[in-house]
């Protein structure tokens, strides 16, 4: 089924580690989007690719980074991990040149401890 | 910066009320404005409104765009305890920088 995946659903990890939340989409969509939700705020815009090769910063960058190797795959990585970033992180694409709407993964909770 | 930001931030109904969520936003390139709805896990789309597409309808759910006061609704007539939900206002905007923008949400509690 065509769509876009996270992984993993859940994680917890300790203060200080790294990790890798991935994401990936088969709609070849060119823009691709990572938001945080936590609750009271919404989802928050964290980095965000407007096609392969190109990445930019959203409302709340800081502790996290990018890439864009490819028009499937946006990886988010936590360098070094605190508790606030404890939250739930979806990923999300869109097709800008024909303005679709934006689709989402199904999210992945991570606690930091 | 853009900004969206939705009004109520919370609202509890019965079933069968019509009920009136607001998003009013400030952006620098308008593309379109979009809503969604929010269960469980990840935000489901309901509408997408643009310049050329002010008014959108489906079933007991229609949503209007203001352009000139910047503004949307998000109308639910004769509400159902499945409507219960966190409703979402999204605005994507940008020349050169391509960005979607969500407001903190509205939620919607039905009772019976």
């Known amino acids: 089924t065509a769509g876009i995946t996270q992984a993993p659903t859940s994680q917890i990890l300790a203060a200080g580690r790294s990790m890798t939340l991935r994401c990936t989409q088969d709609m070849r969509h060119n823009a691709m989007y990572w938001y945080r939700q936590d609750l009271g705020l919404g989802l928050r815009l964290i980095h965000y690719s407007n096609t392969a090769g190109t990445t930019g910063k959203g409302e709340v960058p800081d502790g996290y980074s990018v890439s864009r190797a490819n028009t499937d795959d946006f990886p988010l990585t936590l360098a070094s991990a605190v508790p606030s970033q404890t939250s739930v992180y979806f990923c999300?694409?869109?097709?800008?040149?024909?303005?679709?709407?934006?689709?989402f993964g199904q999210g992945t909770r991570l606690t930091v401890v | 910066e853009d900004k969206v930001v939705q009004s109520p931030l919370s609202l509890v109904v019965h079933e069968g009320d019509t009920v009136t969520l607001n998003c009013s936003y400030e952006?620098?390139?308008?593309?379109?404005l979009l809503w969604y709805k929010q269960e469980k896990k990840a935000p489901t789309f309901l509408f997408m409104l643009t310049s050329s597409g002010i008014e959108k309808k489906s079933g007991r759910l229609s949503s209007i765009l203001d352009k000139k006061e910047l503004f949307s609704i998000l109308n639910i007539t004769a509400t159902q305890t499945g409507d219960s939900a966190v409703y979402l206002c999204a605005l994507y905007s940008g020349a050169g920088s391509y960005q979607l923008t969500f407001g903190k949400g509205t939620k919607l509690s039905v009772i019976p």
């Open positions: 952006v620098t390139n308008f593309r379109s």
């Open positions: 999300a694409s869109s097709d800008r040149d024909r303005d679709t709407e934006a689709f």
